[in-house]
């Protein structure tokens, strides 16, 4: 069972801002800004490649306005990231959008 997965079920602990049937959302363990947090559809996938069910990615972005508003980011702006693969340095194989705001954040990204 990959890391998030048990995360999901609760035998490892996380920040949690947000949680339904569907997703969850909970606080990067390493910040890379004041608001850094990871939201993850409850089923398993590994990459955004491997994605079949597109309505997943909906419930994805309802989820993250609504914390981006809470978070009290939505004026000031945000970035969301999602990392694929070896190239984009994704290390968690369970898809994940980044939820990044808080700071103004540098572009292109390194
Ligand atoms: P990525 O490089 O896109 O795969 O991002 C994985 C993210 O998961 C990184 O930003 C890590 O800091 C974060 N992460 C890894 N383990 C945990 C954990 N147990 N709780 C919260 N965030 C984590």
Not at 1 to 21: A, H, L, Q, R, T
């Amino acid at each position: 069972m990959c890391i998030f997965c048990k995360i999901i079920k609760g035998d490892i602990p996380s920040k949690k801002v947000y949680e339904d049937e569907k997703v969850l959302a909970f606080r990067d363990i390493d910040p890379k800004a004041p608001v850094h947090i990871l939201v993850i559809p409850k089923q398993h996938v590994d990459t955004v490649d491997q994605l079949e069910d597109m309505s997943v990615v909906a419930d994805l972005f309802a989820v993250m306005k609504k914390i981006a508003a809470e978070e009290g980011i939505a004026g000031s702006g945000y970035r969301i990231v999602v990392n694929h693969g070896k190239n984009a340095g994704q290390a968690v194989p369970h898809l994940h959008f980044h939820l990044l705001g808080g700071r103004e954040l540098s572009w292109p990204p390194g």
